[in-house]
């Protein structure tokens, strides 16, 4: 009897171990592993913000492809393969970076200095929260080195 009964104790324990493994297992299923952006806009210069933008632009994920230019008064050119109008730009010194949610998608937006929504320009669309964080991170960094006094080149 009583090996019958130590049986079932044993079983019990081993069942709820089991259970519990189960259950932490499980925590560490369906979160993105690229929740975070890999890079540090504060400590990069104008043409690293650049080139970091061009390659979320590029992500086969989304469903345009993005490209950026910066010319040397701060003005963004944006051109969007898949997309119109195919190129637009915006100043980038003094605009501020918004986001809205269009039909699932977000946009970013570049706002003018001016505050009118109207003359928005959609710098990139997206279904992804990381991009939109990384994009929005990249554009208020690349906006506020614009208000920097450029340092002279060693």
């Given at each position: 009897?009583?090996?019958?009964?130590?049986?079932?104790c044993?079983?019990?324990?081993?069942?709820?171990?089991?259970?519990?493994?189960?259950?932490l297992?499980?925590?560490?299923?369906?979160?993105?592993?690229?929740?975070?952006?890999?890079?540090?806009?504060?400590r990069?210069?104008?043409?690293?913000?650049?080139?970091?933008?061009?390659?979320?632009?590029?992500?086969?994920?989304?469903?345009?492809?993005?490209r950026?230019?910066?010319?040397?008064?701060?003005?963004?050119?944006?051109?969007?393969?898949?997309?119109?109008?195919p190129?637009?730009?915006?100043?980038?010194?003094?605009?501020?970076?918004?986001?809205?949610?269009?039909?699932?998608?977000?946009?970013?937006?570049?706002?003018?200095?001016?505050?009118?929504?109207?003359?928005?320009?959609?710098?990139?669309?997206t279904?992804?929260?990381?991009d939109?964080?990384?994009?929005?991170?990249?554009?208020?960094?690349?906006?506020?080195?614009?208000?920097?006094?450029?340092?002279?080149?060693?």
């Amino acid at each position: 009897m009583n090996a019958t009964r130590d049986l079932r104790c044993a079983g019990r324990g081993a069942g709820s171990l089991m259970v519990l493994v189960m259950l932490l297992s499980g925590c560490f299923d369906g979160y993105p592993t690229d929740d975070a952006p890999r890079f540090e806009p504060a400590r990069m210069s104008q043409a690293e913000l650049l080139e970091e933008l061009n390659a979320l632009g590029a992500d086969p994920l989304l469903d345009k492809r993005w490209r950026y230019t910066l010319d040397a008064a701060c003005k963004l050119r944006i051109s969007v393969r898949k997309g119109l109008p195919p190129e637009r730009h915006v100043m980038l010194t003094g605009s501020r970076v918004d986001v809205r949610s269009v039909e699932g998608r977000t946009e970013v937006l570049l706002l003018p200095q001016s505050g009118d929504e109207s003359a928005g320009v959609v710098a990139l669309e997206t279904r992804r929260w990381t991009d939109t964080v990384s994009a929005r991170l990249i554009l208020t960094h690349l906006e506020l080195s614009c208000r920097q006094p450029k340092r002279a080149e060693p």
